[in-house]
DNA sequence: ATAAGGCCTTTTGTCGACAATCTGCTTGTT
DNA sequence: AACAAGCAGATTGTCGACAAAAGGCCTTAT
């Protein structure tokens, strides 16, 4: 079995490459629907365009840009529209991977994830609503529970595929509001589902928990829309 | 939005090489489990390396290879637990898709999609349990109802990423049992749920199609055991 | 004034060669 | 005889340059 692209080390220049440039994307540092140049990231950067047409053609496969033949590469632009499919999905598959996570995740890696927990609790409570628990620490307990799936193509369609774009979304329109108590919550929740075995409860509590959070968002657009 | 790379014609050297390397892993005529090796498959499509690791970079996307940093590619090896989890999410996903596409398809795309359930009766009826139906004719009907959801990111990762691997499964386990005028009437039923705008029916039908298909290779994988 | 057409510049796609890394074998030692 | 170290061959990763295509700009005709 392959190991995920994001959590190995770079061990090659496209792949630092891949992880300098996704940073850039998702914290606006190059700015969501901007052309990309080849030339210019490859003097950026300081390697050839090789490795740098490496990294972008991952950088596709993880949504964070569009490449049209023979005109080149556009970082992706945000919509409520793209949103909205984005977590559509992301209920169904984080769902499924509950249940699957309660079907086969074993003692040792549920009890892991609950110390993650007790730790994301007391990160918590020293820095109060920080955003570093929204961006970083939710998706982390997200990202156990679909390894926690077994299903290598679900985790890495989530993982690798659509994690760097929720965390696009999710930074660039500064989520940092009042949920971050609510979800550790809801997190809790779930975890208890998973660990009783119960895969349906599970499920549906993490949609619950996905949609919930879709709404926070979605505010937050229509919110700075007016 | 950009079009799929798959429906697009080749208008470059990597497209064309794309198309040519997917046919050839999925037919089984480079067989699954070997060592691509790039030198070797530039000299037989007379290209250089460049355009062939683009194309690599493509098939590593649809799940047809897999690729180490500095060791290379290698052709997928099927298996029965891929098999499920490839299904298990086809299952998920498809669903998904018909209840999208029950909300969101305009009467002219259904009326288009009954169009084609009709032909494939006529072709099935001239030349019965051929094949060709269950190969093309099936993921054909899958394919559109997918479209329908309007759904980017599901569309991308169906029709795109694990589409082909679906083809694999099938034409190197030889497909052609007596399910086919059976798949014929579940898709008859599950497009007319989507015409009566039943999205939970088509959901449940889809998924009960896809179990059903699943089971059916299932049993071409143990007959082939035993 | 506007629209069509052709040039020019820039960008992307492809090529061949070089450098770095891995694999398998030989060789030497315990 | 078994194992480790080192070497040779081949393969992958990267580079710089060339070819082909797209986009912009100017000219020209209506």
């Given at each position: 079995m392959v190991q995920s692209p994001v959590l190995r080390?770079?061990?090659?220049a496209s792949d630092r490459l891949l992880l300098e440039i996704q940073r850039a994307i998702v914290e606006g540092d190059i700015p969501a629907g901007s052309k990309i140049s080849e030339p210019e990231l490859a003097r950026r950067f300081q390697v050839s365009r090789a490795p740098l047409r490496e990294a972008l053609a991952r950088l596709e496969r993880c949504h964070l840009i569009e490449r049209l033949p023979n005109v080149g590469a556009r970082v992706v632009t945000l919509s409520v529209a793209g949103l909205l499919s984005l977590y559509q999905l992301r209920e169904e598959l984080e769902g499924l991977a509950c249940r699957l996570a309660a079907a086969h995740m074993d003692d040792q890696e549920i009890d892991e994830l609950k110390q993650l927990l007790e730790k994301h609790l007391s990160t918590q409570r020293v820095?109060?609503?920080?955003?570093y628990y929204q961006e970083e620490g939710d998706l982390d307990f997200h990202y156990r529970v679909i390894l926690g799936s077994k299903n290598s193509y679900l985790i890495n369609i989530l993982c690798d595929e659509l994690y760097f774009l929720v965390r696009m979304y999710r930074v660039q329109l500064g989520m940092n509001g009042p949920r971050v108590s609510r979800a550790f919550d809801e997190h809790k929740a779930i975890l208890n589902a998973i660990a009783n075995r119960d895969g349906e409860l599970a499920d549906l509590l993490m949609r619950r928990h996905i949609s919930a959070s879709r709404h926070n968002i979605e505010l937050q657009l229509k919110q700075m829309g007016t």
């Open positions: 080390s770079p061990v090659t820095r109060d609503g920080e955003s």
